[in-house]
């Protein structure tokens, strides 16, 4: 710990437009109930991660999130595991920017910030997860719920010097219905993505209608929304996405290409025909739309069979 306080010494270009920027935030904030896990040797991912996943609701133990987050070679957590295990308990993992303005910024919004932080020297690293829930701008400082103190009070200039050497790594377990007060477009709706590509559909598709709901016009998106909505069944849902990606980007291949088949699976054909046309003109050489209609031909023809069947 004298290597940590020895390197509060000097202050830092973050702390300095901090300084520099009175006003831009409240002047002291502590989020007094956000739980507290004190942690085992090793174990400050899992409780770190168990404090911030019931801040946002999801009451979680430490000791069931250990089996997925500690590595014993390395004798803690890694930060994708952080990540991984977040979005596997249905929750959005946000990583933030490396700036202390936009970490103060979640906490005065109500957030905690897990922060990783090297304890020790670059040649003789002691990793450490912490939670910020807390800082007082006046008395320069920042409260942590941190091994086993609930509330460690630390000097902003050693916690960033100290939070540096993990290149300023930070994150947020939200639910999917909440945005990020510094929010980044890209960063939010690739968040979202994380959700889906593990089959967390129905987290995911909360989470594109979240980033849709400040970013109306973002691709990605509402494809998002409109795949997720097929996967939960909800055709008309899909259908109403897709078609609004239409209007947004109308030079977009896929996006007809899924309204076709949204229209398929509520057997509105001549529709579907045409909303695949316009895939296959659009896309030029691509395959998919291609293939798009010939399955959808084929289904018409099924149709037709079985309906002369029923007579």
């Known amino acids: 710990m004298l290597l940590v306080w020895l390197a509060g010494c000097a202050g830092t270009p973050e702390l300095s437009r901090l300084r520099a920027s009175p006003g831009a935030l409240p002047p002291r904030v502590e989020l007094e109930a956000v739980p507290f896990f004190p942690q085992d040797t090793h174990q400050c ?49 946000y990583p933030l920017a490396p700036s202390l303005s936009d970490a103060l910024t979640e906490v005065a919004a109500g957030t905690p910030v897990i922060v990783l932080q090297n304890l020790g020297l670059s040649a003789l690293p002691l990793w450490h997860y912490a939670v910020v829930v807390g800082y007082d701008l006046d008395r320069e400082e920042i409260i942590l719920r941190s091994g086993l103190s609930r509330r460690e009070v630390m000097p902003l200039t050693t916690f960033e010097h100290t939070w540096a050497r993990s290149g300023y790594w930070a994150m947020l377990a939200l639910p999917p219905s909440r945005l990020p007060a510094t929010a980044r477009e890209d960063a939010y709706v690739e968040a979202a993505v994380a959700l889906e590509r593990i089959g967390k559909t129905r987290a995911a598709h909360a989470a594109y209608a979240t980033a849709l709901s400040r970013w109306p016009r973002n691709r990605l998106a509402r494809m998002g929304l409109g795949n997720t909505a097929a996967l939960l069944g909800d055709w008309k849902e899909a259908e109403t996405a897709f078609r609004q990606a239409t209007a947004d980007h109308p030079q977009d291949w896929a996006a007809y290409n899924n309204l076709a088949w949204a229209l398929a699976q509520q057997k509105r054909w001549q529709e579907a025909i045409e909303a695949a046309e316009r895939a296959i003109t659009l896309a030029k050489d691509a395959a998919e739309p291609r293939r798009t209609l010939e399955e959808i031909r084929s289904k018409i023809k099924e149709t037709k069979n079985q309906s002369r069947l029923s007579r």
């Open 45 to 93: 991912g899992p409780a770190s991660l168990a404090m911030a996943l019931a801040a946002a609701g999801h009451p979680v133990t430490p000791d069931a999130l250990a089996p997925r987050l500690y590595v014993p070679e390395r004798q803690g957590s890694l930060q994708v595991e952080m990540l991984a295990a977040t979005r596997r308990e249905g929750l959005l993992a």
